[in-house]
């Protein structure tokens, strides 16, 4: 069973990798035609601008929940000038940590409906009549996933604050 959900921990980091790698490519590729199309030759493609967003938005909220897993979110941290020891930064670490958790979790809350609404109101975009609820539901997918990375961190903050070593830290520092 640990195995198991060691091996969907590392395919979900590894599914989220590839898919910056690849989303970036591709806005970048459509940006550059984009931009190549209509101020050089003066015949935009249409279109692109809707597939650029669709792309950018599961691109920023993917990003974003990567970025809580590396613990590479912005921080702006104080902290260590005032709580010198370990353990009173990690108490500390610990009362941000629930702090931005119980903000992802209720982004999740406020994002659901959102999604939920978009699913029943089937609309489309203008030019290429996509479902909008393609781009909407990136908000509530990579707000589950960032909730998910925030409660590793805040597991491993509360361990730390108990004197204990954390569990998850180590094994993240090691994938990047």
Known sequence: ???????????LLFFQKWFMIVAGFIVTVLVFVEVLLRYVFGS????????VCLIAMWLYFIG????????SHI??????LW????RSHAFISTISSSITFFLCVLMIKWSYPYFIWGLKKGETSQALLLPMVLSQSAIFFGSILMSLYFLVELVDHIRESLGKAPVF????EEEA
């Open 44 to 51: 935009p493609l249409f279109g692109v601008e809707e597939m």
């Open 64 to 71: 974003a929940s990567y970025g809580a897993y590396e613990r």
């Open 83 to 86: 709580f010198k020891t370990s």
């Open 1 to 11: 069973m640990k195995d198991l959900g060691l091996a969907i921990w590392k395919g």
């Open 169 to 172: 830290k180590e094994s993240s």
């Open 75 to 80: 921080k702006a941290e104080l902290v260590h």
